[in-house]
């Protein structure tokens, strides 16, 4: 299990932390990226990750979890800095098959500028 190891080979979300894959980055600091989809499902649809690998939200633990924490403390600011902390907007992450999780390196979505569908599909 891929609990909180460095980083993972053959691992895009890996690969764009090292910079061997370029992304359009929001924000980035030690611990976490935030970086534009590349396939946006609304006007602003970034993705933040921790820039260690964990897989999913299924392999969060004690000895991984101060990095989530962490990205939760950051997202207010990272919505302030996009400029949608006051309209609003909405944090997914997709864990597993039938949550369509197609990248296993965690990942929150965090999308925003349209008005988002309640039950999503
Ligand atoms: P998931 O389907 O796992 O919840 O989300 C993975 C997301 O990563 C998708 O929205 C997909 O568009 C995005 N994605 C996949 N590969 C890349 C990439 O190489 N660069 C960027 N910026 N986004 C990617
Ligand atoms: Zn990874």
């Given amino acids: 299990m891929d609990s909180g ?3 993972v080979k053959d691992c895009i979300f890996c690969k764009i932390v090292k910079g061997d894959i ?17 396939e946006p499902e609304a006007p602003v649809h970034v993705l933040v990750i921790p820039k260690t690998h ?10 991984n979890s101060e990095v989530i924490s962490y990205i939760f ?6 919505a302030n800095k ?16 039938d949550a369509m999780q ?6 929150f979505h965090l999308l925003a500028k349209r008005s ?3 039950p999503p599909g």
């Fill in 22 to 38: 370029p992304s359009d980055k929001v924000y980035e600091d030690e611990k976490i990226l935030v970086f534009h989809d590349i």
């Fill in 73 to 78: 403390e950051k997202i207010p600011e990272i």
């Fill in 5 to 7: 190891g460095e980083m």
């Fill in 82 to 97: 996009l400029g949608v902390d006051k309209s609003g907007y909405r944090i997914v992450s997709n864990c597993g098959e």
């Fill in 116 to 118: 988002l569908k309640w």
């Fill in 54 to 63: 964990i897989s999913s939200l299924n392999d969060v633990q004690e000895d």
């Fill in 102 to 107: 197609t990248v296993e390196h965690i990942h």
